[in-house]
């Protein structure tokens, strides 16, 4: 059984250093994960879809510090260890969940919770995008899996987990969330594109979701921002701004119609045409209002930044969710960059994943929002 609630030395320590806010919590089979607990109160938006689960408000979840590494069965949170990867996504959330109860794969409305919470704090977290060192500072490096030096352009430059450098955590701070911008592409759980609608699973309640059961997709009503079913009247859509089949048409348009698919609305395969943009140069047709539930998720910009993160996607074909950037993203990594490029079959040396964990209903023992 997970257990949280324990007195030995490494949680009293991590805990410690830092002010409560980073924890350990034990696997099934008594593995440490080092986890950060992000409060509802930490949001401005203190209504964010990622603390309501199958109708349950909550007061907060645990974020891995570290991508998912391997061991025995489980994905772990634990510095210094090779990120897993080569996984499709239920490989992934199967993983996850056999790590313990209240264990899960990081659902979007996570990510988009601590995407909203580094905007509130004007942080731009940096890692690795050059090829085993920092785009941005250069000097910043980590160590390369394959032994290169940082910025070698050959071989696969992820690194392991744990990095020195504190821009490269979610606070600036060094007992904060490592690898949110560049090393791996992780996959994210409760959102997929399916012929170029965006559809969700509502709130968290992705998070306690068997990974077998079939799921509820839901799709967005861009005139009342209300979820529907799939396939409704005006529901939101990434739209081509150009009929453009055999290369890059640039940043999609939110749109509730699409006038120009890049591909064949069934072709799940992976042709020339796509929508490569700034996440924050996206637009809607006609000046339409964003839906707030699409710039909760960080499925739509929502502020003004000065960012280059970006987004790739092709709108046919069934697509699944894959966010922050890797190792050779350079400038366009970041903790809004997405991608909605590939099938949840999709395995790569550069896509992995990691955990978040939500109180079991029948666990009183974890610590409090501070």
């Known amino acids: 059984m997970t257990t949280i609630f324990s007195p030995d030395p490494l949680r009293a320590k991590t805990e410690k250093e830092s002010g409560g806010r980073q924890t350990v919590i034990y696997s099934a089979k008594g593995q440490p994960n080092f986890m950060y607990q992000i409060c509802r109160t930490d949001l401005a938006e203190q209504h964010h879809p990622a603390f309501v689960v199958n109708d349950r408000v909550i007061d907060a979840f645990f974020y891995a510090c570290y991508p998912g590494s391997l061991n025995d069965g489980e994905l772990l949170s634990q510095p210094g260890k090779i990120p897993a990867c080569h996984l499709n996504l239920q490989e992934f959330e199967q993983l996850a969940q056999q790590t313990g109860a209240g264990f899960h794969l990081s659902s979007n409305a996570e990510w988009a919770a601590l995407m909203h919470n580094i905007h509130q704090q004007n942080f731009l977290p940096d890692g690795n995008t050059d090829y085993g060192r920092s785009l941005r500072h250069p000097q910043e490096s980590a160590t390369r899996i394959d032994g290169r030096l940082a910025g070698d352009i050959t071989g696969e430059a992820n690194s392991y987990t744990g990095s020195s450098h504190p821009c490269w955590h979610h606070n600036n701070q060094l007992t904060g969330i490592q690898d949110l911008c560049g090393n791996l592409w992780e996959w994210q759980s409760g959102v997929r594109l399916l012929a170029g ?171 409090r929002c501070r």
């Not at 861009?222 to 701004?241: H, I, R």
């Not at 637009?283 to 964003?290: D, L, Q, R």
């Not at 739509?300 to 069934?318: K, S, V, W």
């Open 197 to 367: 609608e965006i559809q969700l699973i509502k709130n968290n309640d992705i998070s306690e979701w068997p990974v077998n059961d079939p799921l509820q997709w839901q799709a967005v009503d861009m005139l009342t921002g209300l979820l529907t079913a799939p396939g409704s009247p005006n529901t939101a859509k990434y739209d081509s701004p150009a009929d453009i089949q055999n290369g890059n048409a640039g940043t999609p348009l939110l749109s509730a119609q699409i006038h120009h698919y890049n591909g064949a609305p069934d072709d799940q395969g992976y042709p020339p045409g796509l929508l490569d943009g700034p996440f924050h140069s996206m637009k809607t047709a006609g000046n339409a209002a964003v839906p707030q539930i699409l710039q909760l998720n960080g499925l739509a910009p929502f502020a003004e930044r000065p960012e280059t993160d970006q987004i790739y996607l092709r709108n046919y074909g069934e697509r699944a969710l894959m966010r922050g950037g890797a190792w050779y993203s350079q400038e366009f990594a970041g903790i809004s960059a997405f991608c909605l490029s590939h099938t949840a079959l999709h395995r790569s040396a550069t896509v992995g994943g990691r955990t978040a964990w939500i109180e079991p209903r029948d666990d009183v023992n974890y610590p």
